[in-house]
């Protein structure tokens, strides 16, 4: 009996995977030869790359290209069978995809589109590439869609068409996702010049193969700033995690070597790291002069600053991520704070607008109310019932030159349409877990 439960313990030590065993499996779709949309040249090259490059770490590969809708519906049925039991779960989508109606939809090879109603016939639900995934504890999808306009048929696109939506509201509790979209909320991606990769994809297979062993949340925020800057603010990529980011990476043999040495925490601790994130914060306005060399509070507290205005989580480390976008920036020349260095000085100009007017500089552009130059008090009054102390002391305030105020609060859209013609300091907001809906 006792030899049974050896051989039996063995048996079943053999058969579970260790931690560097451990199953992660992944499905690639690359969709070109659309039916009634237009062609794509780029997105199966895109999927073969990233399939290749998943395979050489010891992904499970599941590849499938220019589907119709029901063999599109058979692979994510067969995709969520192969995730059942596996660590990770990780599906590359490139092609056309869009919200139509209300919702987010992939658009398989025979996928048409009414533009009088504005209605997509044979298009797949977005949640169903999501649910395909589920069933693995760690899961990371990828959306390199949204590219170009799909509806060259169409007069007016008008709400149908437009990017995807509210991806920060999918997900479920016990498990963690990891959502990179190709574009903000609402846009379309670029396609990329013909013969070469899309702008995503490109910068993606060039962090694999740069940052095999870096987390995928630091290694997808690095790629979304690379985009970021190539693009000059024209695709900005919007990277979210539910339930946490997953703690994995491309290598299967682990993850930690950077290139940059990190502390288990995740926090940068290679001194000429720091020393140039130190720089950079003071060349970006972040970090005084007369702070080199002295406490570590003065540094958090400017990465934390800095991480506001990036939209990232304002917790004063120094990672990866909080580098890779200290360094985008500063390539990049976007404006820094209470500076205009980085910019031209506006010349003042006559008032184009009559004091309390509205007007709009363009058709995406928000309400704006021309306001007179003058004076007025700012703060409150010691007799002020409910004043604060960050209301004192009152004092009168001088406005030199007339200038306009939003009528309204701006909308995500608003924000959006401003940063991709590069203005708004190309800063993208967080957005709460609002999905880019409606006024922030």
């Given at each position: 009996?006792?030899?049974?439960?050896?051989?039996?313990a063995?048996?079943?030590?053999?058969?579970?995977?260790?931690?560097?065993?451990?199953?992660?499996?992944?499905?690639?779709?690359?969709?070109?030869?659309?039916?009634?949309?237009?062609?794509?040249?780029?997105?199966?090259?895109?999927?073969?790359?990233?399939?290749?490059?998943?395979?050489?770490?010891?992904?499970?590969?599941?590849?499938?290209?220019?589907?119709?809708?029901?063999?599109?519906?058979?692979?994510?049925?067969?995709?969520?069978?192969?995730?059942?039991?596996?660590?990770?779960?990780?599906?590359?989508?490139?092609?056309?995809?869009?919200?139509?109606?209300?919702?987010?939809?992939?658009?398989?090879?025979?996928?048409?589109?009414e533009?009088?109603?504005?209605?997509?016939?044979?298009?797949?639900?977005?949640?169903?590439?999501?649910?395909?995934?589920s069933?693995?504890?760690?899961?990371?999808?990828?959306?390199?869609?949204?590219?170009?306009?799909?509806?060259?048929q169409?007069p007016?696109?008008?709400?149908?068409?437009?990017?995807?939506?509210?991806l920060?509201?999918?997900?479920?509790?016990?498990?963690?996702?990891?959502?990179?979209?190709?574009?903000?909320?609402?846009?379309?991606?670029?396609?990329?010049?013909?013969?070469?990769?899309?702008?995503f994809?490109?910068?993606?297979?060039?962090?694999?193969?740069?940052?095999?062993?870096?987390?995928?949340?630091?290694?997808?925020?690095?790629?979304?700033?690379?985009?970021?800057?190539?693009?000059?603010?024209?695709?900005?990529?919007?990277?979210?995690?539910?339930?946490?980011?997953?703690?994995?990476?491309?290598?299967?043999?682990?993850?930690?070597?950077?290139?940059?040495?990190?502390?288990?925490?995740?926090?940068?601790?290679?001194?000429?790291?720091?020393?140039?994130?130190?720089?950079?914060?003071?060349?970006?306005?972040?970090?005084?002069?007369?702070?080199?060399?002295?406490?570590?509070?003065?540094?958090?507290d400017?990465?934390?600053?800095?991480?506001?205005?990036?939209?990232?989580?304002?917790?004063?480390?120094?990672?990866?991520?909080?580098?890779?976008?200290?360094?985008?920036?500063?390539?990049?020349?976007?404006?820094i704070?209470?500076?205009?260095?980085?910019l031209?000085?506006?010349?003042?100009?006559?008032?184009?607008?009559?004091?309390?007017?509205?007007?709009?500089?363009?058709?995406?552009?928000?309400?704006?109310?021309?306001?007179?130059?003058?004076?007025?008090?700012?703060?409150?009054?010691?007799?002020?019932?409910?004043r604060?102390?960050?209301?004192?002391?009152?004092?009168?305030?001088?406005?030199?030159?007339?200038?306009?105020?939003?009528?309204?609060?701006?909308?995500?859209?608003?924000?959006?349409?401003?940063?991709?013609?590069?203005?708004?300091?190309?800063?993208?907001?967080?957005?709460?877990?609002?999905?880019?809906?409606?006024?922030?």
């Amino acid at each position: 009996m006792s030899r049974f439960l050896l051989a039996l313990a063995l048996l079943l030590a053999a058969l579970v995977p260790s931690a560097g065993q451990a199953k992660r499996v992944a499905l690639i779709i690359g969709m070109s030869d659309y039916q009634h949309l237009s062609s794509l040249i780029n997105p199966v090259p895109d999927a073969k790359a990233i399939a290749a490059e998943l395979k050489s770490h010891g992904f499970e590969v599941s590849e499938y290209y220019n589907l119709d809708r029901a063999d599109l519906l058979d692979a994510l049925e067969k995709f969520k069978r192969e995730a059942t039991g596996a660590e990770v779960a990780l599906v590359y989508y490139a092609g056309h995809g869009m919200e139509v109606d209300g919702k987010n939809v992939l658009a398989p090879t025979d996928m048409e589109i009414e533009c009088q109603n504005k209605t997509a016939l044979r298009s797949v639900a977005l949640e169903q590439l999501f649910d395909a995934s589920s069933p693995a504890p760690q899961q990371i999808v990828l959306l390199d869609a949204c590219r170009n306009n799909p509806f060259p048929q169409c007069p007016t696109r008008g709400a149908s068409g437009s990017g995807f939506r509210g991806l920060s509201l999918v997900g479920e509790a016990d498990r963690t996702l990891l959502i990179a979209n190709a574009t903000l909320s609402g846009n379309l991606a670029a396609d990329g010049d013909p013969g070469a990769h899309s702008p995503f994809a490109s910068a993606l297979i060039k962090n694999f193969n740069e940052h095999p062993r870096l987390y995928f949340g630091d290694l997808l925020n690095m790629t979304a700033a690379d985009v970021r800057v190539a693009s000059r603010g024209s695709q900005i990529p919007e990277i979210t995690a539910r339930g946490g980011s997953p703690r994995i990476c491309l290598d299967v043999e682990g993850c930690g070597n950077t290139g940059v040495a990190i502390s288990p925490k995740g926090m940068v601790t290679d001194p000429g790291a720091i020393a140039d994130a130190r720089s950079m914060l003071q060349q970006l306005g972040y970090l005084g002069d007369a702070s080199r060399g002295q406490g570590e509070d003065l540094l958090s507290d400017a990465i934390k600053r800095f991480q506001e205005k990036a939209g990232l989580t304002a917790d004063g480390k120094l990672t990866p991520t909080v580098l890779a976008v200290l360094r985008a920036t500063k390539v990049a020349g976007l404006p820094i704070p209470g500076k205009t260095g980085l910019l031209p000085p506006v010349a003042p100009s006559a008032t184009e607008h009559e004091a309390g007017s509205s007007f709009k500089d363009c058709e995406t552009c928000p309400d704006m109310v021309s306001v007179p130059a003058g004076h007025f008090v700012m703060g409150s009054g010691k007799a002020e019932k409910g004043r604060q102390k960050s209301e004192e002391p009152q004092h009168e305030v001088t406005v030199p030159t007339p200038l306009a105020i939003g009528k309204y609060e701006v909308t995500f859209d608003e924000w959006e349409a401003c940063a991709l013609e590069g203005g708004c300091a190309n800063y993208r907001p967080q957005d709460s877990g609002w999905g880019g809906d409606g006024a922030r």
